[in-house]
């Protein structure tokens, strides 16, 4: 009954590799976030989709592509992944009405050799 | 952007202390937050507030939301062992493009001695 959840847990792989980190959120919200957080524990947004739609979409280097197929699921892809991209990802999810209120999964910890 | 300026950095309590920290912003927020993070898992959401110079508790929780807008501040009473975990403020602007975009502070790193 997990209410947002990620894979994998851990991911470790090569630099220059492509991967993909899933979420799935069985809450029924409408939006879904990807968020990353650094050594320094620090959160930034880095996507945000409503009914599969793209809302936000900061300055994250275009080597990653979110994909919305429906909307209880957000995928991150990331291509030719660098050793900077080594971080903890977390997906999160919220009502329409209530977008402050997000509830995060897990988190994904993605580290780059 | 905005910018969230949270403090202390970290802090070591005896178990039955109250805590404080606070957020600042060099902006005005519509909504500030206050989440909680154990290791290894994501942020839960403690408290929300929407009101300038609403105070909300939950527990042994309090957060008061600034009158300027510009900062809010968590207590913690009595606290416990459990208590222990990274406390993140954080701010949102509403609607238009910063629909759904927090903004979070660095954090406040609490470890509390039994």
């Known amino acids: 009954d997990t209410a947002v959840s990620q894979t994998p847990k851990y991911l470790v792989t090569q630099m220059g590799n492509d991967k993909s980190i899933k979420c799935e959120q069985n809450?029924?919200?409408?939006?879904m976030y990807w968020y990353k957080q650094d050594s320094k524990k620090f959160l930034k947004i880095m996507f945000s989709?409503?009914?599969?739609?793209?809302?936000i979409n900061e300055t994250v280097p275009n080597r990653f592509s979110p994909k919305s197929p429906d909307k209880a699921h957000l995928n991150l892809h990331i291509n030719s992944l660098e050793l900077g991209d080594s971080a903890v990802y977390f997906c999160?999810?919220?009502?329409?009405?209530?977008?402050?209120?997000?509830?995060f999964g897990p988190g994904t910890r993605l580290t780059v050799l | 952007g905005q910018q969230l300026n949270q403090s202390p950095q970290s802090m070591f309590i005896q178990e039955g202390e109250d805590v404080s920290m606070n957020c600042t912003s060099s902006?005005?927020?519509?909504?500030w937050l206050w989440y909680k993070q154990d290791p290894g898992e994501g942020p839960v959401l403690l408290i929300a507030?929407?009101?300038?110079?609403e105070l909300t508790s939950n527990g042994r929780l309090t957060a008061q939301f600034g009158i300027t807008r510009k900062d809010s501040f968590l207590n913690i009473s009595a606290s416990i062992p459990s208590d222990v975990g990274i406390y993140f403020c954080?701010?949102?602007?509403?609607?238009?493009?910063?629909?759904?975009?927090?903004?979070f502070g660095q954090g406040t790193i609490l470890t509390v001695h039994p």
């Open positions: 999160a999810s919220s009502q329409e009405d209530r977008e402050d209120e997000q509830f």
């Open positions: 809450l029924g919200h409408d939006t």
């Open positions: 989709y409503n009914n599969k739609e793209l809302i």
């Open positions: 902006s005005i927020f519509n909504t």
């Open positions: 507030l929407y009101k300038a110079g």
């Open positions: 954080a701010g949102q602007y509403a609607g238009g493009t910063s629909y759904g975009k927090l903004t």
